[in-house]
């Protein structure tokens, strides 16, 4: 590695002032898990590393506005383990927990990871299937992106150079609402996936027409990707078995692989229409789980009838 | 063939300089998210036929901070079709070796193909213009 | 650039001043001559370089010594106290969970940190914790194994 500054900040301010003192060539790290390997191999050579670790209050997990919001600094083991969001977001707490190893999920980051924008990460296709929103904080300000209108290219994104990601917020899910991510691993287990694909389905009141849906791939192109095509076959119609299968070949028309070691193109392709059927049938089985009567409750209904026929029996 | 004017036609070619007839001294930056290429190299004209419309160049590059190297090799052909249309082919075959060869085939790839569009662009216009 | 950092090592306190591209396992075996920590892959994913930083795992050879600063570090020889070995290394060399070692300081300190958090894991839980400390020579059993058994040697 090259010779750099390293600076400490206690605060966004200071990290922002410290940003405009050195320039273009200044890069924030938090957790550097991706930053440090580039460094090493002199892909990237900063000349001085703005370091967020010591800004305090940017790593919170808490309700708001009937959401979740996720500070950018928030570890992706606490995210995993978070116990809010095991409770209210398992299948982000889930999606999480596939990332690499423990070791990287306590140093890398929320916002971290996000603006490393590496399309093959496993957090945005969950992260888009939920309608995220990301708050992007330079010295000006601060906006809001859609996660979805967030990533660029390959380890590209809106982001301007002096902007962090320091929050990213969550929707509160309408009722009747489940979601599945599913990684198709080709080796091991703490790799990248070969396709990996996410879906977060509403249906109605009845249980029998899709309300709203949301398809999003990661390993299929040079960013995420949304499957809105998919979706449209998919929303206000009726359940169908067949629809799931429908919406997966529509899948395959918005992606673009690249073929490498972990599958050809034309395989990851086809692969990008079978999980996408999959994730679908997953969400909507775990929607029909949530569903049921949970057995404790079903217990103590059981109790209560039984004690109103014995007091009617007096 | 006007080499640099060609060459300029990549895009983040900065500079091209002429050495000899036949070699030309040239800089390209070439960016992908937080990494930054400088390559510095040379271009060597291998063949160049104005009866036969045909052109062979050969170049090969080192990143300053020896993260890798490129070498390439381009064949441009143009093709008469018809009074008013000219058909242009351009046959490149790169070569991405160290770290970030080895680093981001993917990437690199995908990179390489967006230049190498933007580059038949660019001759396009210089041509019909 | 150098910088002068405070950490604590296997609970003993250094004041040292690094380069700020020295990475904290050279800060670890070369300024520090705690070489027990081993460098395998140097991406992170192999785990031979597995220290703890506040008791959780880190890879040590992606982390910057700076990054440590103010934090305490714990690596393989900071297990046995009072010269007596952890009941996880106790454990490896009762069930032979290790051969060549290369893996080995890696594997303990992960097995530890498990441990730590969860006293007697099931075999499903240690693979999940332990997925990513490769070993190239014992097919994980006689590992998985000597950490289900370190209890036997609690403290």
Not at chain 1, 6 to 15: G, I, N
Not at chain 1, 126 to 140: M, N, P
Not at chain 3, 21 to 31: F, G
Not at chain 3, 35 to 53: D, F, H, N, Q, R
């Amino acid at each position: 590695m090259i010779p750099f500054e390293y600076r400490t900040p206690k605060s966004l301010k200071e990290v922002h002032a410290t940003l405009k003192e050195f320039g273009s060539d200044a890069k924030l790290i938090a957790g550097g898990t991706s930053l440090v390997i580039m460094m090493r191999q002199r892909l990237v050579r900063p000349n001085c590393l703005v370091s967020l670790r010591s800004v305090r209050g940017l790593n919170s997990i808490e309700i708001h506005d009937g959401g979740t919001r996720i500070g950018g600094l928030a570890t992706h083991r606490e995210v995993e383990s978070s116990s809010l969001l095991r409770r209210r977001l398992p299948l982000l707490a889930e999606t999480y927990h596939h990332v690499a190893t423990i070791r990287i999920r306590n140093m890398a980051t929320v916002g971290g990871g996000l603006a490393h924008a590496d399309p093959n990460q496993d957090p945005p296709p969950t992260l888009i299937a939920l309608g995220a929103t990301v708050k992007a904080t330079s010295a000006d300000g601060s906006r809001v992106i859609p996660l979805d209108e967030f990533f660029t290219d390959y380890y590209e994104t809106v982001l301007k150079p002096d902007e962090i990601v320091t929050e990213v917020f969550i929707p509160k899910m309408a009722p009747n609402s489940a979601g599945a991510y599913l990684k198709f691993l080709p080796r091991t287990a703490d790799d990248y996936a070969t396709v990996s694909a996410a879906a977060v389905l509403t249906l109605d009141k009845t249980r029998r027409t899709i309300n709203e849906v949301r398809i999003a791939l990661g390993s299929v192109g040079v960013t995420p990707i949304r499957a809105a095509a998919a979706e449209a076959v998919l929303r206000g119609q009726p359940l169908k078995a067949e629809a799931f299968a429908e919406a997966g070949e529509k899948a395959k028309e918005a992606v673009d692989p690249v073929s490498d070691f972990r599958g050809s193109a034309a395989y990851k392709k086809e692969m990008a229409g079978v999980f996408v059927r999959r994730a679908l049938e997953k969400a909507l089985a775990n929607l029909r789980q949530q569903a049921k009567p949970k057995p404790a409750l079903k217990a103590i209904k059981k109790a209560i009838k039984k004690a109103i026929k014995k007091g009617k029996k007096r | 063939m006007d080499v640099p004017k060609v060459a300029k036609s990549l895009p983040g070619v900065e500079s091209v300089s002429k050495i000899d007839d036949k070699t030309y001294e040239g800089a390209l930056t070439v960016r992908v998210g937080p990494i930054k290429l400088n390559l510095q190299g040379k271009i060597i004209v291998e063949e160049q036929s104005k009866e036969n419309w045909r052109a062979a160049l050969r170049a090969e590059a080192k990143d300053r901070m020896a993260a890798g190297a490129v070498n390439g090799k381009t064949n441009m052909v143009l093709k008469e079709l018809s009074a008013n249309q000219t058909e242009l082919l351009v046959d490149t075959d790169v070569n991405i070796l160290g770290k970030i060869g080895e680093f981001g085939q993917p990437i690199i790839r995908k990179k390489a193909d967006s230049m190498l569009k933007e580059f038949v662009e660019n001759i396009k216009k210089q041509l019909t213009a | 650039m150098e910088k002068k950092i405070k950490l604590r090592v296997n609970g003993k306190k250094h004041e040292l001043e690094v380069p700020t591209n020295r990475l904290l396992i050279d800060c670890l075996r070369y300024d520090l001559g705690l070489t027990g920590t081993k460098e395998g892959c140097s991406v992170g994913v192999c785990g031979a370089c597995t220290v703890l930083m506040d008791d959780e795992m880190i890879s040590a050879c992606i982390t910057l010594a700076v990054m440590a600063d103010g934090h305490e570090i714990t690596t393989v020889e900071g297990l046995a106290q009072n010269g007596e070995l952890h009941p996880v290394q106790k454990s490896f060399i009762q069930y032979g969970g290790f051969q060549c070692g290369i893996c080995t300081p890696g594997q303990v300190v992960a097995a530890k940190a498990l441990l730590d958090e969860n006293p007697k894991p099931t075999e499903d839980e240690i693979k999940d914790w332990m997925m990513g400390n490769l070993c190239r020579c014992t097919g994980y059993y006689k590992i998985i194994e000597s950490i289900q058994k370190a209890h036997q040697f609690a403290r």
